[in-house]
Every structure is written in structure tokens, then in C-alpha cells.
T-cell receptor, first 116, second 110 residues
Framework: GAVVSQHPSRVICKSGTSVKIECRSL??????MFWYRQFPKQSLMLMAT?????????EQGVEKDKFLINHASLTLSTLTVTSAHPEDSSFYIC????????????FGPGTRLTVL | DAKTTQPNSMESNEEEPVHLPCNHS???????IHWYRQLPSQGPEYVIH???SNVNNRMASLAIAEDRKSSTLILHRATLRDAAVYYC???????????FGPGTSLSVIP
């Protein structure tokens, strides 16, 4: 199956700093990628939809100025958590879609962010 | 959005079949039924999907009720590696997003 990678897998940063997470589709082109956040013992929460070459679409309640998404190519989307605070500590997961919307999505392994 | 309902948790003995139910009474004609699973500390993994007919692949089988208001994911022989949270999700042909519900946490007992 298609492979989606994320980098880094874990990151620890100080409060107030910015952190960039990369999501890559390794063996296919993804016009659309998705970013999720997952807190412990909870389900995944969709943050935003990232479309190549255009602005991301954010879900209600997600601050677009805090979570900057860039989808500059068909194989790379980045999520930057700006001015991170301890409450931003979470498991961030990206996914990429193959083909039409009703086809399966492939998920990255996730990035564990800890803000001190 | 069409919603799905799953039991919060289930248990299975190792090497026995597991039937994971999902109710989706408000499903529309263009909704596909997808199943994903998430192992601890990993991203979700695609398991199977279907529209009307039952489906089989190397991981599992999907049995879809005739009225499509429910479906069952069948793991034919549970292993310890199948312990995960299983998500039943409806995806419309014209609808981009994958919205996750709470899923079913499956425990496999040795």
C-alpha cells in the first residue's frame, strides 16, 4: 500500500517556540492531505484539510494563525505549530488520499509533540 | 454528517474470530463504509471498505446488512497484534473528510 511518512517522530520544545512537522507521501502524489490531532485516550480530531497549491481549510475552532499549513508540492505538506504552549502537546497525524474521496486514506505514523 | 455507532470496547480470545459491529442507520446511498484501525502510538491503518456487497481482503471481511444500516468487521482469527481501536467511518463520494468517532477498543486475550 501507499506510504506516508512524518518527520520528526518525536519533538520536545520549550514554550513559545515554533515547531514544524513534515508529512510526505513517498510513492504517490497527494493533492489533498489532512492533519489530525489526538490527545491521550481520545479519538483523532481533524484539524485541517491541506490542498496542494492553495490555502488550507481549517475545522471550526482550529486557529489558522497558530497552526500554519503549507502544501507546496504533491508529496509534501507541513504543519507549523507557532508559539507552542504546553496545551499544544499532543500526537499529530497526517494522512493523504488516493484517488477519489471515497477511496482509502493512508496515514502517517504520527508525531509526538511535547511542549515544556 | 452520517453518524456511526460502535461499542466502546470488546474482548476476544486469541485465535478466535471477532465480530466488530457498527450501526449507521442514517447512511445515504452514496456513503461507503470504511474501517480503519489504530494500534497504540501509531497512525490509523486502512482495513477494508465496501458499499453494498460483502468484501474480503487479507486482513478482514466486511459484512454489510441488506438495508446497509449496519455492518460487521470480521477478523477471522484474532492475534495479539490485532489489539487496537477499530473505527467504522462513512465516506461520501463527494465528501473529502474522514471524521473519526470514538471507535471500538479491541483487547485480545492470550
Amino acid at each position: 500500500g501507499a506510504v506516508v511518512s512524518q518527520h520528526p517522530s518525536r519533538v520536545i520544545c520549550k514554550s513559545g517556540t515554533s515547531v514544524k512537522i513534515e508529512c510526505r507521501s513517498l510513492d504517490f502524489q497527494a493533492t489533498t492531505m489532512f492533519w489530525y490531532r489526538q490527545f491521550p485516550k481520545q479519538s483523532l480530531m481533524l484539524m485541517a484539510t491541506s490542498n496542494e497549491g492553495s490555502k488550507a481549510t481549517y475545522e471550526q475552532g482550529v486557529e489558522k494563525d497558530k497552526f500554519l499549513i503549507n502544501h507546496a508540492s504533491l508529496t509534501l505538506s507541513t504543519l507549523t505549530v507557532t508559539s507552542a504552549h504546553p496545551e499544544d502537546s499532543s500526537f499529530y497525524i497526517c494522512s493523504a488520499r488516493l484517488g477519489k474521496p471515497y477511496n482509502e486514506q493512508f496515514f502517517g505514523p504520527g508525531t509526538r509533540l511535547t511542549v515544556l | 454528517d452520517a453518524k456511526t455507532t460502535q461499542p466502546n470496547s470488546m474482548e476476544s480470545n486469541e485465535e478466535e474470530p471477532v465480530h466488530l459491529p457498527c450501526n449507521h442507520s442514517t447512511i445515504s446511498g452514496t456513503d461507503y463504509i470504511h474501517w480503519y484501525r489504530q494500534l497504540p502510538s501509531q497512525g490509523p491503518e486502512y482495513v477494508i471498505h465496501g458499499l453494498t456487497s460483502n468484501v474480503n481482503n487479507r486482513m478482514a471481511s466486511l459484512a454489510i446488512a441488506e438495508d446497509r444500516k449496519s455492518s460487521t468487521l470480521i477478523l477471522h482469527r484474532a492475534t495479539l497484534r490485532d489489539a487496537a481501536v477499530y473505527y467504522c467511518i462513512l465516506m461520501r463520494a463527494s465528501y473529502d473528510k474522514v471524521i473519526f468517532g470514538p471507535g471500538t477498543s479491541l483487547s485480545v486475550i492470550p
